[in-house]
């Protein structure tokens, strides 16, 4: 099993960056991919970005340019670096985890934290 912590998230103005952390604990090992999620007030969870253990990384189309996610192995913990932020961005954004378990992919989630871009 794995358990997932979040920390990073706030109020900002457009233009604004936040770092969003997640950190990772229990089978790590496993974990094929970490994966940053968002749902805004009213709309569907949708897939922000990804990064694999190869280090692959893709991203939606509304933040490509603007977000980056990374990962620090030796910190067990997943980065989404949030720049030029926009008031679409608002959400709450939640960490994921595809874990490689005995019968196939396995979803693990952070407990999510808000992000409120607003002038």
């Known amino acids: 099993q794995v358990q997932l912590v979040e920390s990073g998230g706030g109020s900002v103005q457009p233009g604004g960056s936040l770092r969003l952390s997640c950190t990772a604990s229990?089978?790590?090992?496993?974990?094929?991919?970490m994966n940053w999620y968002r749902q805004a007030p009213g709309k569907q969870r949708e897939l922000v970005a990804f990064?694999?253990?190869?280090?692959?990384?893709r991203y939606i189309d509304s933040v490509k340019g603007r977000f980056t996610v990374s990962r620090d192995n030796a910190k067990n913990t997943v980065y989404l670096q949030m720049n030029s932020l926009k008031p679409e961005d608002t959400a709450v954004y939640y960490c994921?985890?595809?874990?490689?378990?005995?019968?196939?992919?396995?979803?693990?989630w952070g407990q999510g934290t808000q992000v409120t871009v607003s002038s």
């Open positions: 229990g089978s790590i090992s496993r974990i094929n991919a």
């Open positions: 994921n985890a595809d874990y490689l378990g005995p019968l196939g992919i396995v979803d693990y």
């Open positions: 990064i694999n253990k190869l280090d692959v990384t």
